[in-house]
């Protein structure tokens, strides 16, 4: 157990739809960054918070946004969605969010799009 | 954009056998991690390296920060049925963070 929450574990939408997704970062971890791993694909980096800041930002799409609380709990809010966005978000944290962290994944939500 | 490249793609090997995979990149990284996938769970981290040239294990896993810093590997040793997964380099570079594109473990018993 990495200590990194994720809610919920399985996710069924229709396209069009919009949804969010939940990660609690370790205890002390102040960096949430989220990722997208597809069918066949290695995980692409979506975005990064530090303390409640965008610190940096991969490869999301304009319909995806996210936002880290006071408490460092973090949201990733996907709209309007297709069926290309079928796949599994990880969340993952880290103490500073610099780059050289190591980062400690949560047990991803896998949604599907139908 | 940065691509880290791993090879090989896949391995078939038997319990007990030795594993060797790497991972190189276009760019110099500062930092390598490696971690190892489970199907349907999030990444474990397995090591981490900070320093070319620095050789480091964790039990049977030894990893190794290439001088270049362009490169490292990955050994496991002994192989046990556990050890299948998918294994993915990792590291940052600019405010940026790569994976690469895998190396998937089958141990036959």
């Known amino acids: 157990d990495s200590g990194v929450t994720q809610t919920p574990k399985h996710l069924i939408t229709a396209t069009g739809q919009r949804v969010t997704l939940r990660c609690s970062p370790r205890?002390?971890?102040?960096?949430v960054y989220w990722y997208q791993q597809s069918l066949d694909q290695g995980l692409q980096f979506l975005i990064q918070?530090?303390?409640?800041?965008?610190?940096a930002k991969g490869n999301i799409l304009e319909r995806f946004s996210a936002q880290q609380f006071p408490d460092l709990h973090s949201e990733l809010n996907l709209s309007s969605l297709e069926l290309g966005d079928s796949a599994l978000y990880f969340c993952?944290?880290?103490?500073?969010?610099?780059?050289?962290?190591?980062?400690?994944f949560g047990p991803g939500t896998r949604l599907t799009v139908t | 954009g940065q691509q880290l490249n791993q090879s090989p793609q896949s391995m078939f090997i038997q319990e007990g056998e030795d594993v060797s995979m790497n991972c190189t990149s276009s760019?110099?990284?500062?930092?390598w991690l490696w971690y190892k996938q489970d199907p349907g769970e999030g990444p474990v981290l397995l090591i981490a390296?900070?320093?070319?040239?620095e050789l480091t294990s964790n039990g049977r896993l030894t990893a190794q920060f290439g001088i270049t810093r362009k490169d490292s590997f990955l050994n496991i040793s002994a192989s046990i049925p556990s050890d299948v997964g998918i294994y993915f380099c990792?590291?940052?570079?600019?405010?940026?963070?790569?994976f690469g594109t895998g190396t998937s473990l089958t141990v036959i018993p």
């Open positions: 993952a944290s880290s103490v500073q969010g610099a780059g050289g962290d190591e980062q400690y």
């Open positions: 205890s002390g971890d102040l960096s």
């Open positions: 918070y530090y303390n409640g800041e965008e610190r």
């Open positions: 760019s110099i990284f500062n930092t």
């Open positions: 390296l900070y320093k070319a040239g």
């Open positions: 990792a590291g940052p570079t600019g405010n940026q963070f790569y």
